[in-house]
């Protein structure tokens, strides 16, 4: 049985910076990284590949899991700010969050990362005009690598650390042991491995297993919240005057029916449409890529509802999950409607579809996304494009494309210190599969974090 100093439980945002910054600081820490995913040149998707034209339910998904997590293929875009994608600064302190984010993205930028613009939404005339019609622009620095370039920078981290950290792939963590000290893991290669510190870091696909190991080690979760809506598509000049401008625009809206918050998420000018497969369940996300032969006429974007529960149910994940495979086995897989046709409660076909001026970027199943979303959730969205209407005139034409569902599935949120560590020492709890984070910048902000708390241990 071979020992190490650490290991580190998935290869995401955080294990991919936590490997960086162990590699970069002088220490003698030896480390082990594992994740069930591939190494970043065997992530592909058969869809992108057109070997399939729906979601197979490869396990496991190569979009969800692999070097980088799921936000390699996933647009590569990282928002400086504490406003939304986390709360990090909470344990940390909010001028220590922003730090170590714009450290992030010195790394990148030192990468390649610095051919892409980095975007700001402070001082745009776009949030006088959404205030306007009371919608909210929640401010943040936004760099935007596209898919293509992000994979290219993930593949040079991964060349400079390779020689300095162990990394096993396809390998599935199946149990983990407190020694006291210490910890001991088995993988499903009838593998066991021991560390002094063990860091879990499997990001959301892995939500599950971290509040399973948690719920065993008796460490306190508290109830998250699940986000369930639709992704977007519609003519990218429709949003052209606001992309240009910021990229990425995070709008907050409350809804005058239900007092309910209802925001925009990942907005992908030029971007795409895909499908992802999470723990078996396929849903819906976007991305976009840098070069621009690989653009497209639409851009895209995700209308999320925000669902917590108290008693006496409390777990939102599972009220998501069941949304999700409701749409799966109506549509055997992503459900695609028209804005035109859900105002007036009628499904969209494939005859409606051949008529449509948006040409749809994914080969989705036409549909009734009123059989799949909840009444109030979809009264929400269907409020909040009327809302974006006002800013973005076109938003609301009957060609808008609806695709469902998009659900964010977020961890309980793991009990942890200013250090991200549990009440057991030597664990760590770090990036989005904690509850901590649900961003690309803070969940790479946390691995930097706890890497640097680590090298001091080892020097």
């Given at each position: 049985?071979k020992?190490?100093?650490v290991?580190?439980?998935g290869?995401?945002a955080?294990?991919v910076?936590?490997s960086?910054e162990?590699?970069k600081?002088?220490?003698?820490a030896?480390?082990?990284?594992?994740d069930?995913?591939?190494?970043l040149a065997?992530?592909?998707c058969?869809?992108?590949?057109?070997k399939?034209?729906?979601?197979?339910?490869?396990s496991?998904?190569?979009?969800?899991?692999?070097y980088g997590g799921?936000g390699?293929?996933s647009?590569?875009?990282?928002n400086i700010?504490?406003e939304?994608?986390?709360?990090?600064?909470k344990?940390?302190g909010?001028?220590?969050?922003?730090?170590?984010?714009?450290?992030?993205d010195s790394?990148?930028?030192?990468?390649?990362?610095?051919?892409a613009?980095l975007?700001?939404t402070?001082?745009?005339?776009?949030k006088?005009?959404?205030?306007?019609?009371?919608l909210?622009?929640?401010?943040a620095?936004?760099r935007h690598?596209?898919t293509?370039?992000?994979?290219r920078?993930?593949?040079q981290?991964?060349?400079?650390?390779?020689?300095?950290?162990e990394?096993k792939?396809?390998?599935t963590?199946l149990?983990?042991e407190a020694?006291?000290?210490g910890?001991?893991i088995?993988t499903d290669?009838?593998e066991?491995?021991?560390?002094?510190n063990l860091?879990?870091?499997?990001?959301?696909?892995g939500?599950?297993?971290i509040?399973?190991?948690c719920?065993?080690?008796?460490?306190?979760?508290k109830?998250?919240?699940v986000d369930?809506?639709?992704?977007?598509?519609?003519?990218?000049?429709?949003?052209?005057h606001?992309?240009?401008d910021?990229?990425?625009s995070?709008i907050?809206y409350?809804?005058?029916?239900?007092?309910?918050?209802?925001?925009t998420?990942?907005?992908?000018?030029y971007?795409e449409v895909?499908?992802e497969n999470t723990?078996g369940?396929?849903?819906?996300?976007?991305?976009?890529y840098?070069d621009?032969?690989?653009l497209?006429?639409?851009t895209n974007?995700?209308?999320?509802?925000s669902?917590?529960f108290?008693e006496?149910?409390?777990d939102?994940?599972?009220?998501?999950?069941?949304?999700?495979k409701?749409?799966?086995?109506?549509?055997?897989?992503?459900?695609?409607?028209?804005?035109?046709?859900?105002?007036?409660?009628?499904?969209?076909?494939?005859?409606?579809?051949?008529?449509?001026?948006t040409r749809?970027?994914l080969?989705?199943t036409p549909?009734?996304?009123?059989?799949?979303i909840p009444?109030?959730?979809?009264?929400?969205?269907?409020?909040?494009?009327?809302?974006?209407d006002?800013i973005a005139?076109?938003?609301?034409?009957?060609?808008t494309?609806?695709?469902?569902?998009?659900?964010?599935?977020?961890n309980?949120?793991?009990?942890?210190?200013?250090?991200?560590?549990?009440?057991m020492?030597?664990?760590?709890?770090?990036?989005?599969?904690?509850?901590?984070?649900?961003?690309?910048?803070?969940?790479?902000?946390?691995?930097?974090?706890?890497?640097?708390?680590?090298a001091k241990?080892?020097?």
């Amino acid at each position: 049985m071979k020992k190490y100093d650490v290991i580190i439980a998935g290869a995401g945002a955080a294990g991919v910076f936590m490997s960086y910054e162990l590699t970069k600081l002088e220490n003698k820490a030896s480390v082990l990284m594992i994740d069930k995913g591939c190494e970043l040149a065997r992530r592909k998707c058969p869809i992108k590949e057109g070997k399939c034209k729906n979601c197979v339910k490869c396990s496991p998904c190569h979009i969800m899991n692999g070097y980088g997590g799921a936000g390699t293929l996933s647009d590569g875009k990282y928002n400086i700010t504490t406003e939304f994608g986390g709360d990090l600064h909470k344990y940390v302190g909010t001028e220590k969050a922003i730090e170590l984010m714009e450290y992030v993205d010195s790394v990148l930028c030192s990468f390649g990362g610095s051919e892409a613009k980095l975007y700001s939404t402070a001082n745009s005339d776009l949030k006088t005009l959404a205030l306007r019609q009371n919608l909210h622009l929640l401010e943040a620095k936004v760099r935007h690598l596209g898919t293509d370039r992000n994979m290219r920078i993930l593949e040079q981290i991964f060349n400079y650390t390779k020689d300095r950290i162990e990394t096993k792939f396809n390998t599935t963590i199946l149990t983990v042991e407190a020694l006291n000290p210490g910890y001991r893991i088995t993988t499903d290669a009838g593998e066991e491995f021991e560390c002094d510190n063990l860091v879990l870091a499997t990001g959301r696909s892995g939500s599950k297993w971290i509040g399973e190991v948690c719920g065993k080690m008796g460490i306190n979760q508290k109830s998250n919240r699940v986000d369930i809506g639709v992704r977007v598509e519609l003519p990218a000049e429709i949003f052209k005057h606001i992309t240009d401008d910021v990229y990425e625009s995070k709008i907050v809206y409350k809804t005058d029916k239900y007092n309910d918050r209802v925001r925009t998420f990942c907005m992908n000018p030029y971007g795409e449409v895909v499908s992802e497969n999470t723990n078996g369940i396929v849903t819906v996300n976007g991305h976009s890529y840098a070069d621009p032969s690989l653009l497209t006429e639409n851009t895209n974007f995700a209308l999320l509802v925000s669902n917590t529960f108290t008693e006496p149910f409390k777990d939102s994940n599972e009220y998501g999950e069941s949304i999700a495979k409701l749409s799966n086995m109506l549509g055997g897989g992503v459900l695609m409607q028209r804005f035109g046709d859900l105002v007036k409660g009628r499904r969209t076909s494939e005859h409606r579809m051949e008529k449509c001026f948006t040409r749809p970027t994914l080969k989705a199943t036409p549909g009734d996304l009123s059989l799949v979303i909840p009444k109030r959730q979809l009264d929400d969205i269907i409020e909040m494009i009327y809302a974006l209407d006002k800013i973005a005139p076109g938003t609301a034409n009957e060609d808008t494309l609806l695709y469902g569902v998009e659900v964010k599935f977020y961890n309980s949120k793991v009990d942890v210190d200013e250090n991200l560590e549990t009440k057991m020492q030597g664990l760590y709890a770090l990036g989005d599969g904690s509850g901590v984070t649900h961003s690309l910048s803070q969940a790479s902000a946390c691995g930097v974090h706890v890497a640097r708390i680590l090298a001091k241990k080892y020097q």
